[in-house]
């Protein structure tokens, strides 16, 4: 069984500019997290999906940051425009059926702001 | 509200000693607790589990925790580490939501480095 796949695995981008990171989970699990981990310190929820439903989104900055999971399956994450301060691993987790309490990892997506 | 600390940023041993990396949570109810290895551009890999029952919780990799509510700690523990255990670890608490879906809270990690 496929794990959780995410694109690009780097991205090197100026500042102003925008990214997207896309994840596709495991099949059948239908929650997925995005969370963003800064270089020396743990993994941060930005937004987490039920479906395609966003359930909990209360760390996604949203002036610049936005996330969909159209058809529940895949999801993308957006940046528009990046900032210097937005360099870090963007990672993808997904879990299965509601009630379950393990995640699965993607390799995240390593982004540097220039 | 629900946190986790590692109090050890960076620990180093020599290969083939023990190793315990400490883990303490706060919350409010019976914690579901993890813990995560990182290696260098790599995503996180669960190393073991604790949701109930037997508080000496066996993963992979011969790792090892004990969960001990009295303290709110979950150090995880080897008894002779390998080289390639170098990575980062993190402990972490999930928390259930009202949706039924888990919500997670990560420490910030400790480094190993392993000695030869």
């Known amino acids: 069984e496929a794990g959780v796949v995410q694109s690009p695995r780097y991205k090197i981008i100026e500042k102003k500019q925008p990214v997207a990171f896309w994840c596709n989970p495991i099949s059948g699990h239908n929650t997925l997290y995005w969370y963003l981990q800064n270089l020396g310190q743990g993994p941060e929820l930005l937004i987490r999906y039920e479906n395609e439903e966003a359930v909990d989104d209360s760390q996604l900055p949203k002036d610049r940051f936005s996330a969909e999971r159209l058809k529940g399956v895949d999801s993308t994450l957006k940046i528009q425009p990046a900032e210097l301060g937005d360099s870090a691993v963007y990672l993808c987790a997904s879990s299965p059926e509601l009630g379950s309490n393990e995640q699965f990892f993607g390799p995240g997506t390593r982004l540097t702001v220039l | 509200a629900q946190s986790v600390t590692q109090p050890d940023i960076h620990i180093t041993v020599s290969e083939g000693a023990s190793l315990e990396l400490r883990c303490n949570y706060s919350?409010?109810?019976?914690?579901?607790l993890f813990w995560y290895v990182q290696s260098p551009g790599q995503g996180l890999q669960l190393l073991l589990k604790?949701?109930?029952?037997?508080?000496l919780v066996q993963g992979i990799k011969g790792f090892e925790a004990e969960f001990k509510r009295s303290q709110s700690s979950f150090n995880l523990r080897k008894p002779s580490v390998h080289w390639s255990d170098a990575a980062e670890y993190f402990c972490a608490v999930g928390a259930l939501r009202g949706s039924g879906t888990y919500k997670y809270i990560f420490g910030t990690g400790t480094r190993l480095k392993v000695l030869a």
């Open positions: 604790y949701f109930s029952g037997d508080t």
């Open positions: 919350y409010g109810a019976t914690p579901y």
